[in-house]
């Protein structure tokens, strides 16, 4: 039976940038439609589809030297025969099924730019043969045979490396690795190997099957379960990835593989792409773990010989472990009726205990976790190699056969600007955070061991306002009885429940938190946690000054004492009243609500000592006593004076206190009482040192409409009078005592035009003329 599996994809274009970049400076390999025999656009072709990556060279700053070409599919129409197509073009297929493919175009992709053979489109595509389910390992000391085959792709130079060098990594640290890993179900060891040849190959690297198929020839190797083809290429061949290999789908594959040095790293690699293994990356976000704006790094989980490791090789990640059914005894999952589970993680490098606990997300994808000490074959890790973390390390899997198989889940995001030397990955010991909107990871310590609690959001809340009741007292407590269950979902992801005297609400911010008396009252008032308080942040407090009780929320605080009720306070007026001590300072407690919405868009509040008065041009400012009174008295920030802008200061010139507002300034002193001034006249009290000047402080209110729509004030020293027409001077002495007696400024004197002059006698010049004393 044949099945039309998809039809043709909507491709989108290739990186634009890149693509541009390429297509002005590669030139391109010779394309398929120019050799004899080569398929077309619209021929049928059908054979066994091959999956592999072509990796990357690690460069010592731990980045892949290259773009990541991804996941890689050829059509095999004969051993050694190819044609490649891309990957996402047969997303349905699997990998070994036999297919008969249409081709369309030549494709321009990431692996065509690094000298792959040039893919074509997969217009359409039919399952002539599944694929063969995953060989189970076979016994014997060795069953996964090696053959290593030398060989000279074209255009390459022979380099130092022996067959023997081959061989020795094969059977010595990368069989060791792939046994310790597979707890010795995977037993890797070479079984034949075929030295450099004679001469250099017509076949190059852009032809990776072609060069298998010749060297499969030379060594006579054929493909099957448990037999891999690993051929080695000078450093240096052109068009050579630093390692490909071929993707199998289990621990009892076989497949075929090249690399281009004897690092474990990398032959280990590709040998865990023959097992069926993507890549191990890293996953980097600004808001949360694995939450916000993201980015996926491929290679970049450095601990994981599936992404770039370098010599030293960590112990297989639990993600890609539990991919080849490595752990399932070592695995604690959570399910999905356990709301909170408290477990101790032993190492990952280690052959005991829970190695890795997985937290099932709907839809497939896992997340896990590992504990990662600088122990057994993480040893290297008590270096910091690159700026490498021993710690909890948190994963996510990624379900199907992606490139990234395996995410490393940074712990500790960053903004985006910081992502490229941020190699920080470990959940601190000490820690919370929140992992895919459904549970919590704590780790509370690490050691020997980790002890890790994982507690399902959902049942948090519920638990942390059993925990807070039971500590109160519990039935017997402060709280009483609860009145009923509780009750989540509310704003901000909350719980609450109502007890006999009390309540207690929980958000994940805020955690468990108590209110009671009339402090949860005034809160109901202004509709619990919907309201300008939002939800409680603190306990509350009793035992204050005079007998009081106090507590925070979110949006203000609410404080209660016997002499002044409850009341709340918010925002800059709280601020203020704060920054002068709150109810120890010289304000006291709130005795009126906070109005907002007054005059100029300002908000005000009364306090046992005084008021506080915020507007967005003024500021929140405080006043008190006589002076506020008198401010008062003229329509507070209603009236001429508007907004207070400057603190009250007393402490004055004999025993005086004084305050800018908008529309002028009040002092007050005990001899002289508290009294506002304002323009020219307070300009010039001001400019003959106010109230530590001759004139001292006001004893009289300033009055305008005078004659000639004059102003004047009375001061302890003297008078000031203004008029448009005569400007503002001062008024002293016997002058001021003559020039009164003639009628002010209503006389035929009339307004002062100019200072007292003194020297041996004082006189000063008023519209009228001269007086002399
Ligand atoms: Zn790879």
């Known amino acids: 039976m044949r099945t039309v ?11 634009p940038v890149v693509a541009a970049v390429a297509l002005a400076v590669l030139v391109a390999p010779p394309a398929l439609a120019d050799q004899e025999g080569a398929p077309a656009a619209g021929d049928t072709v059908v054979g066994e589809l091959v999956q592999g990556f072509a990796d990357p060279e690690p460069d010592t700053g731990g980045h892949p030297a290259h773009e990541d070409s991804g996941l890689l599919s050829w059509i095999e129409t004969a051993p050694g025969e190819t044609v490649r197509v891309p990957t996402e073009d047969l997303a349905d297929v699997e990998a070994g099924a036999t297919v008969e493919v249409e081709l369309g175009d030549t494709v321009r992709d990431e692996a065509a730019e690094q000298g792959v053979e040039p893919a074509r489109e997969a217009l359409d595509a039919q399952v002539v043969v599944p694929a063969e389910p995953a060989p189970a390992p076979a016994s014997g000391p060795v069953n996964h045979a090696v053959t290593v085959v030398m060989a000279l792709p074209a255009g390459s130079v022979q380099d130092g490396t022996t067959l023997a060098d081959v061989r020795a990594a094969v ?3 990368v069989a060791d690795f792939w046994d310790e890993q597979t707890a010795g179900a995977v037993r890797f060891g070479t079984v034949a190997g075929t030295d450099w040849p004679a001469q250099t190959s017509s076949i190059g690297c852009n032809d990776p099957f072609g060069l298998w198929q010749e060297a499969a020839t030379r060594a006579g190797w054929t493909a099957g379960a448990g037999k891999h083809l690993l051929v080695y290429v000078p450093d240096g061949s052109p068009g050579c990835s630093y390692g490909l290999g071929t993707i199998g789908n289990g621990l009892g594959s076989g497949g075929r593989a090249y690399v281009r040095d004897t690092a474990t790293s990398v032959i280990a690699h590709e040998f865990g792409h023959n097992l069926g293994l993507g890549h191990s990356s890293l996953r980097q976000c600004d808001a949360g773990p694995d939450a916000g704006s993201c980015r996926t790094v491929a290679y970049q989980d450095l601990y994981d010989v599936m992404g770039a490791s370098w010599g030293d090789v960590g112990t297989l990640n639990v993600t890609q472990a539990s991919r080849l059914g490595l752990l399932a005894g070592a695995t604690w999952t959570m399910d999905a009726g356990t709301p909170r589970a408290d477990l101790q993680l032993s190492p990952v490098s280690g052959t005991t205990g829970t190695r890795a606990v997985r937290l099932p997300m709907p839809g497939g994808a896992d997340y896990w976790l590992e504990y990662r000490p600088a122990t057994g074959r993480d040893a290297w890790l008590a270096g910091s190699p690159f700026g490498l973390t021993p710690g909890v390390l948190l994963h996510r899997s990624v379900p199907g056969d992606g490139d990234d198989s395996s995410l490393l889940v940074d712990a500790t995001p960053t903004p985006s600007s910081g992502w490229a030397s941020d190699r920080t990955q470990p959940v601190p010991a000490g820690s919370s955070l929140v992992v895919g909107g459904t549970f919590q990871v704590t780790v509370t310590s690490v050691g020997g061991t980790a002890a890790v609690t994982v507690a399902r959001l959902g049942s948090l809340g519920p638990t942390a306002i059993d925990a807070a009741w039971q500590a109160s007292g519990g039935a017997g407590g402060s709280l009483g009885n609860p009145l009923g269950g509780v009750v989540c979902g509310l704003a901000q992801g909350g719980c609450g429940q109502l007890f006999q005297w009390g309540s207690v609400h929980w958000t994940p911010a805020t955690g468990a938190v108590a209110t009671g008396g009339g402090i949860r009252g005034l809160w109901a008032g202004t509709g619990w946690e919907t309201g300008w308080l939002g939800y409680p942040t603190t306990p509350m407090v ?13 949006g203000g605080s609410v404080f209660w004492s016997p002499s002044s009720g409850v009341v709340g306070t918010s925002g800059a007026v709280r601020g203020l009243w704060a920054s002068t001590g709150g109810h120890e300072g010289w304000l006291g407690y709130p005795t009126t609500p906070m109005v907002c919405g007054l005059a100029r868009g300002g908000c005000g509040q009364h306090f046992q000592g005084g008021s506080v008065f915020w507007s967005p041009s003024s500021g929140a400012v405080a006043t008190s006593g006589a002076v506020r009174g008198l401010w008062a008295s003229t329509g507070g920030h209603e009236g001429w004076l508007g907004y207070p802008t400057t603190p009250m200061v007393c402490g004055l010139a004999r025993g005086g206190c004084g305050q800018h507002f908008q529309g002028g300034s009040v002092f007050w002193s005990p001899s002289s009482g508290a009294f506002g001034t304002s323009g020219a006249v307070r300009g010039l009290w001001a400019s003959t040192g106010g109230h530590t000047g001759p004139l001292g ?18 001061f302890q020293g003297g008078s000031v009078y203004w008029a448009p027409s005569s400007g503002t001077n001062a008024v002293y002495g016997g002058i001021r005592s003559r020039w009164a007696a003639q009628g002010w400024e209503a006389g035929t004197l009339g307004y002062p035009v100019r200072p007292m002059v003194c020297s041996r006698q004082c006189s000063q010049d008023f519209q009228g003329g001269r007086l002399v004393v």
């Open 542 to 554: 009793c035992g204050l000054a005079q007998g009081g009780c106090g507590q925070h929320f979110q």
């Open 5 to 15: 599996l998809r039809s043709r994809p909507l491709r989108s274009p290739v990186l």
């Open 697 to 714: 402080y006001p004893v009289l209110p300033m009055v305008c409409g005078l004659a000639q729509g004059g102003c004047a004030q009375h």
């Open 171 to 173: 059977d010595g640290p």
